[in-house]
């Protein structure tokens, strides 16, 4: 037993129990855990998002369904008619082969519908046109009558409460030909439910005649009335060469007429008591058109020549020209010659074009080949269902085959995301975000540059406001301010952090951009003065005599520095209304009245807009919700440098400005640097106050006088109103997924450089 007398100090006094060992081995391998928890958590949301955006980059699958063998076909003949349809579903296709019989088919089945048309019945059908959209075919018959017959499908549900389609075609109005017009060797029919357009050419004596009749429908309290013509005219005299091919456009409001020599004449024919010739070109110079057709929206034309080389023209306004005229956006890669079928999709730009056996299936907006393939037989007409979920192929030898199409994001891919893109309207490429439109026409524009424009240019905005202020603020805080002060001023910038996006989204949007708009010039004095007499007061201070100086207590220079900027904070503000009636005078061009208002002056002097809710908005009320953060981290930095050092600095002669700049603020830099880090982080990802305050428009300009839509902010808007897996539901997530590796990078090279800094600058 020990002696309590001994003052021998007991071996065991410093023995750790085994019940804190535990705890501490626990908590250590909690502590590992949960850093592994962590990381796996940031790369199971990378993975998650990768995953959700990987089917955009992933080609079309097209594969052969079903066959079947028309009983009914006619002998193989080069000017054998031939459409093929289907209804909306691509459940019951149909096959017109001229004649008053048209042959319908059941997906899955072999049996054969055959549905006759009375008024076809003794008419020598010599051409014919589909209208997938409106499921109407026009016929033109040797005896130069034109006309159209509708195919309508009746749902029942027999005993077993299966759903069962009843296909039905109804005719509708033949048109007159006039005397000796000759038989109908090309038609096209289009419909804008008011108006209807009927393009057809007849050939009679070896002489091609094109005319375009123009028919409506009256409605009465009876419903519907007869079809009436209530104009043709026939239009061959302006025609360049010999009439090859004719195109109505889906609406009815263009008329496309290709001649022998290879040209293209464009009519318009909406709202005219004539059509109108507005347009005549060569896409291909002398080569023959052997195909020409509408794509979906019937804005752009798909034009193939014999030859197989294949264009996209779109109609937009050249400078000077009042009227829409066609221009050439896309060049695809060229089809070996041969017998040419085109089908457009009913749902998007895409197509499908055929030479001989060889497929292609290609998407107009991003100018890609979505799939190529091979035939089992030489197709000559084609179409798709009303979902573009399936294509239907027909000879003249009477085989129809349905393809299976599985192509759910035709309009994502890099170009779209990353390149500029022609979209139909645009008089040139650009990058565009636009994800919905009013019509089902609608052409998404899906580029990610404007989104990430609007990123930096937020966040760039941003911290040059906060910058300058947070680090000065924290530099004087740290080094010059009072104790009794600073135990004021740091706790209320970090009550400032605390504000809610929501509430200075708010403030910035219905109460600082208007007070803002009109003082421009105002406020670019005040961002002026403020520093210059800041600096002035500085210079004329250290030239003080040091009796005179020691009379203010170190840290309370700014008692004597407020009301100087304070008085030049008022005097700018009073004089930015002189400044704009000297400097930003507008002049209007209609009365030649000048007037001084900066919100006409810059749009007239940099060609650039100005927008009420804007940049310089952002700017300051982001700028106000980073300051906190940069200050408060930066400010923690600078105050934990040892004070033995700043001691030693001021013993050996140097000012406290002298001890800051060499001593305190490279020391602090690691910090000082996170600081800046973090409240870039933060800028980036703001969301509220930019849609709030930005007027969320998607620009590539930096024109500080108008607005922005971050990635941030899209993702916020856009999210709630986005189908599940569709191109634009996944598209957000790539816009997430930028934002995650911008984030990732930056902070990467954030802390590369700050323990270079550490390094650099750490105490022995």
């Known amino acids: 037993m020990k002696d309590p007398n001994s003052r021998i100090p007991d071996p065991h006094r410093f023995d750790v129990s085994r019940g804190t060992l535990w705890l501490d081995r626990g908590m250590t391998w909690l502590i590992r855990i949960g850093g592994l928890g962590v990381i796996l958590a940031v790369f199971s949301i990378f993975l998650f998002i990768f995953i959700e955006i990987l089917p955009l980059f992933r080609n079309a699958n097209v594969d052969q369904a079903q066959e079947w063998h028309l009983s009914e076909a006619k002998e193989t003949q080069q000017d054998a008619v031939v459409v093929v349809g289907s209804d909306e579903w691509g459940e019951m296709p149909f096959v017109y082969l001229g004649g008053d019989q048209v042959l319908f088919y059941a997906k899955g089945k072999e049996e054969q519908t055959v549905v006759k048309i009375a008024e076809l019945g003794d008419v020598n059908v010599r051409s014919a046109s589909y209208d997938a959209i409106n499921q109407r075919v026009a016929v033109g018959a040797s005896d130069g009558r034109v006309g159209s017959f509708v195919i309508a499908y009746e749902v029942k549900f027999d005993e077993n409460d299966q759903r069962v389609l009843r296909p039905k075609a109804s005719f509708e109005a033949w048109i007159e030909p006039p005397a000796a017009a000759g038989e109908v060797v090309s038609v096209s029919y289009g419909d804008s439910s008011s108006e209807r357009t009927i393009i057809s050419e007849r050939i009679a004596n070896g002489q091609a005649r094109v005319t375009i009749d123009k028919m409506a429908q009256k409605k009465t309290l009876m419903g519907k009335g007869k079809l009436e013509v209530t104009g043709s005219f026939d239009v061959t005299a302006e025609l360049t060469a010999k009439p090859l091919l004719v195109r109505s456009s889906p609406n009815g409001t263009m008329a496309l007429i290709a001649g022998d020599d290879g040209s293209i004449d464009y009519f318009f024919t909406e709202g005219r008591d004539k059509p109108e010739k507005r347009q005549s ?37 050249p400078d000077g020209e009042s009227n829409r005229l066609f221009a050439k956006t896309k060049s695809f890669p060229a089809m070996p010659a041969g017998e040419m079928t085109f089908a457009a999709s009913q749902r998007n730009k895409g197509f499908f074009t055929i030479s001989n056996n060889s497929a292609s299936l290609r998407y107009s907006t991003t100018e890609k080949i979505r799939w190529e393939g091979t035939l089992p037989f030489v197709p000559a007409a084609a179409s798709y269902d009303g979902k573009s979920e399936h294509v239907f192929l027909a000879n003249r030898e009477g085989r129809l085959l349905m393809l299976d199409l599985h192509d759910p994001h035709p309009e994502a891919g890099w170009q779209a995301f990353f390149g500029k893109v022609w979209y139909e309207g645009s008089s040139k490429p650009e990058f565009t975000w636009q994800s919905t439109g009013g019509s089902d026409e609608f052409e998404p524009k899906l580029s990610q540059i404007p989104l990430i424009i609007g990123s930096l240019k937020g966040t760039f905005y941003a911290l040059l406001f906060s910058l300058p202020i947070a680090l000065l603020a924290a530099v004087f805080s740290a080094n010059f301010l009072p104790a009794s002060m600073k135990r004021v001023l740091k706790p209320t910038m970090e009550i ?114 100005f927008d009420q809710r804007n940049s310089m908005v952002v700017g300051f009320m982001m700028g106000f919700a980073v300051i906190p953060i940069i200050f408060t981290i930066a400010e923690d930095s600078l105050s934990n440098v040892p004070k033995s050092l700043t001691a030693a600095s001021a013993a050996l002669g140097a000012s406290r400005w002298q001890v800051v700049r060499t001593i305190i603020i490279p020391i602090a830099s690691p910090g000082i640097f996170s600081a800046v880090m973090i409240g870039l982080g933060r800028a980036v990802g703001e969301t509220m106050i930019v849609v709030m305050a930005s007027g969320n428009t998607p620009l590539t300009e930096w024109n500080i006088f108008n607005g922005m839509r971050p990635l941030s902010a899209n993702i916020a808007v856009e999210l709630p109103e986005a189908a599940m897996g569709s191109t634009h539901y996944r598209t957000l997530f790539l816009g997430a997924l930028l934002l995650f590796l911008f984030t990732f990078t930056l902070n990467t090279i954030a802390e590369v450089f700050r323990d270079h800094l550490r390094k650099r600058y750490k105490l022995a």
């Open 281 to 317: 070109f060569q896409p291909f110079g002398a080569q023959k058109i052997a195909e020409l057709d509408f794509l979906f929206g019937g804005v752009s034309i798909v034009i193939t020549s014999a030859t197989g080389q294949q264009e996209v023209w779109s109609l937009l306004r």
């Open 496 to 609: 400032m952090a605390s504000l809610p996006s929501v509430v200075l989204g708010f403030l910035a949007g219905l109460w600082l951009a208007p007070l803002i708009e009109t003082k421009i010039p105002s406020i670019l004095l005040v961002c002026l003065a403020i520093p210059f007499t800041a600096v002035i007061c500085g210079t004329i201070s250290s030239r003080l005599p040091r009796t005179l100086r020691n009379h203010i207590e170190g840290g309370r220079e700014w008692l004597v520095l407020l009301p100087f900027l304070v008085v030049a904070f008022a005097v700018a503000w009073q004089l930015g209304p002189v400044w704009e009636r000297l400097c930003f005078v507008y002049q209007d061009p209609s009365s030649g009245e000048r007037i001084a208002d900066f919100r006409l002056w810059w749009p007239e002097f940099t060609g650039l807009p």
